[in-house]
């Protein structure tokens, strides 16, 4: 890429999309173009299609999308299925008809089967069952890696597609009803120690800037909610529950780490198949459980309530190819983790 190349980030106030920026810049990329919800309605086709005729950017990185963790994913299935469908279908063909030749679309690894084999290789897509509480956003995903193979055979186009491993950093969503696990282990843990010192106004102040607490949050917290919606101290706050039995393995990349391996991908000009991007180890949730509840402080205990679904027993990505691109992950997990929560009390900045 040169680096006055015109850079077009679809999701640039997102996690990904905001990391790859913040690379773009690092490596003296000086044209990069963003545009924000209010500018520009990625559902609305007629838009986007305006957008790209009228701007024409030489590279395009597809990092919007409507994501969550499993209780998301459950919920909203139509809206996760609909929406994203949507969206990437708006770039990819508003951009072939722009006439852009380099693209990038950020799948997700939990699109994989359910039972792959592990670590998981490019090749297992499509191979088995999904994950049932995933379905409809991995059949999304699925269709914008397909459509842009489809692309690239009709029209020549070099339009990449790179899998990313369970991500977490700087602007992760921190949204109990919404969020992925290693946020919502961060805020959970730190909720519970507020609640601990009995500040209640910090959590407070945490509900106004990361939105809502779940009641059985609240309650696990010690906390009642009043008729005018002020929060009041009820018990003494009891363990933290998490999800699940603590004993499925996932594999966590610092999201910067992704944004650099998109980024070396497009400048090394790589014109091949699917790639994952992981840092090619894991650990179990119980494990993740202790590497969070030791970067915010917590000293309390932890439950796991068994009643509540799993997921996917496990979920590694086998690296190998991009290793052989030249590139590997750099951030350890328990100083990611940590450069997370200094971000999390940071407040959103975007």
């Known amino acids: 890429m040169e680096l006055n190349a015109k850079i077009f980030v679809a999701g640039h106030r997102g996690m990904v999309g905001s990391a790859i920026v913040r690379r773009l810049a690092e490596r003296s990329f000086s044209n990069v173009v963003v545009r924000s919800r209010t500018d520009l309605n990625l559902l609305d086709s007629a838009a986007v299609r305006d957008f790209m005729a009228s701007e024409r950017p030489d590279y395009v990185f597809v990092a919007a999308a409507k994501v969550g963790g499993i209780l998301a994913n459950n919920l909203y299935r139509g809206q996760f299925i609909y929406e994203n469908l949507t969206i990437q279908n708006n ?69 990449v597609s790179v899998m990313p491993t369970n991500l977490y950093g700087p602007n992760d969503s921190y949204d109990l009803n919404n969020s992925h696990v290693l946020p919502a282990l961060i805020r959970k843990f730190h909720l519970a120690k507020l609640a601990h010192a009995g500040d209640v106004t910090g959590i407070a102040a945490d509900e106004s800037r990361y939105g809502a607490i779940p009641g059985d949050i609240l309650q696990s917290l010690g906390l009642v ?85 799993d997921g996917t027993p496990r979920k590694l990505l086998d690296v190998g190819r991009l290793e052989s691109l030249g590139f590997e992950a750099g951030m350890p997990l328990a100083d990611g983790v940590r450069l997370a929560y200094a971000d999390y009390l940071q407040g959103k900045k975007i």
Request: one cysteine or more.
């Open 91 to 159: 770039l990819i063909h508003s951009a072939h008809m722009a006439g852009v030749q380099r693209l990038m679309f950020l799948g997700s690894s939990c699109i994989y089967p359910k039972l792959a084999p592990q670590p998981i290789k490019e090749d297992y897509l499509l191979t088995g069952l999904l994950e049932p509480t995933n379905e409809p956003y991995a059949i999304a995903k699925i269709a914008g890696i397909k459509m842009c193979e489809a692309y690239n055979a009709q029209y020549g186009r070099q339009y």
């Open 225 to 309: 909610r009043e008729a005018d919606g002020a929060l009041v101290k009820a018990s003494e706050p009891g363990p933290v529950l998490l999800w699940g039995t603590g004993t499925p393995r996932r594999e966590f990349l610092y999201v910067d780490d992704l944004a650099s391996a998109c980024v070396h991908l497009m400048e090394a000009g790589y014109d091949g198949p699917l790639v994952n991007i992981g840092v090619g180890d894991d650990v179990t949730i119980r494990e993740l459980s202790e590497v969070a509840k030791a970067a915010v402080g917590y000293s309390g205990e932890v439950v796991f309530d068994v009643t509540k679904p």
